[in-house]
T-cell receptor, first 113, second 113 residues
Framework: GQQVMQIPQYQHVQEGEDFTTYCNSS?????IQWYKQRPGGHPVFLIQ?????EVKKQKRLTFQFGEAKKNSSLHITATQTTDVGTYFC?????????????FGKGTKLSVIP | DAGVIQSPRHEVTEMGQEVTLRCKPI?????LFWYRQTMMRGLELLIY????????DSGMPEDRFSAKMPNASFSTLKIQPSEPRDSAVYFC???FGQGQPQHFGDGTRLSIL
């Protein structure tokens, strides 16, 4: 079945440093979604990427979808303490009849003030 | 607007007891998902429904787990009998269409003693 791997599993950064998490799928994706889960909270949808090579920005967050639609990244510029949480990617397989999302295990971000 | 509503928020019970988790999806959403989250295994999809019909229950651990969606505004996940290894946070999520961004409830934190 489809597998979605995320690295790193944990990342500790000093406030103001940049942060990147990477997501790789074993199969070609029709789209990829990113979610953020704050400590003690629930996953919250951030963005969806659909097109090959797509890049989207949300303030200090930059999301990329690979040309082959098998990988994606999330980059945060100048982290703040409010960025603390676990970031998940979730991919939808491009195969016919595939509708469910497969979540990566997430990258837990800690920001040291 | 009301989001996905789950109850109870916390449940502590002894092993062998029946546990019922409840979920009310966002009105108008036609896809509903049950997830289990643990430190070891991350976020696992247990089952999902589309238009009240179970589409994929391959993630349901074993026969002790069952899920129903009798109508568009209500779903239950039942564990009978419960075991300590079932302790986890159980999330319900809904979306407008399969493969679309999912909205998560606050989760049920389940502890089986």
């Amino acid at each position: 079945g489809q597998q979605v791997m995320q690295i790193p599993q944990y990342q500790h950064v000093q406030e103001g440093e940049d942060f990147t998490t990477y997501c790789n799928s074993s199969t070609t994706l029709s789209n990829i979604q990113w979610y953020k889960q704050r400590p003690g909270g629930h996953p919250v949808f951030l963005i969806q990427l659909v097109k090959s090579g797509e890049v989207k920005k949300q303030k200090r967050l930059t999301f990329q979808f690979g040309e082959a639609k098998k990988n994606s990244s999330l980059h945060i510029t100048a982290t703040q303490t409010t960025d603390v949480g676990t970031y998940f990617c979730a991919g939808r397989d491009s195969g016919a009849g595939s509708y469910q999302l497969t979540f990566g295990k997430g990258t837990k971000l800690s920001v040291i003030p | 607007d009301a989001g996905v509503i789950q109850s109870p928020r916390h449940e502590v019970t002894e092993m062998g007891q029946e546990v019922t988790l409840r979920c009310k999806p966002i009105s108008g959403h036609n896809s509903l998902f049950w997830y289990r989250q643990t430190m070891m295994r991350g976020l696992e999809l247990l089952i999902y429904f589309n238009n009240n019909v179970p589409i994929d229950d391959s993630g349901m651990p074993e026969d002790r787990f069952s899920a129903k969606m009798p109508n568009a505004s209500f779903s239950t996940l039942k564990i009978q009998p419960s075991e300590p290894r079932d302790s986890a946070v159980y999330f319900c999520a809904s979306s407008f269409g399969q493969g679309q961004p999912q909205h998560f409830g606050d989760g049920t934190r389940l502890s089986i003693l």
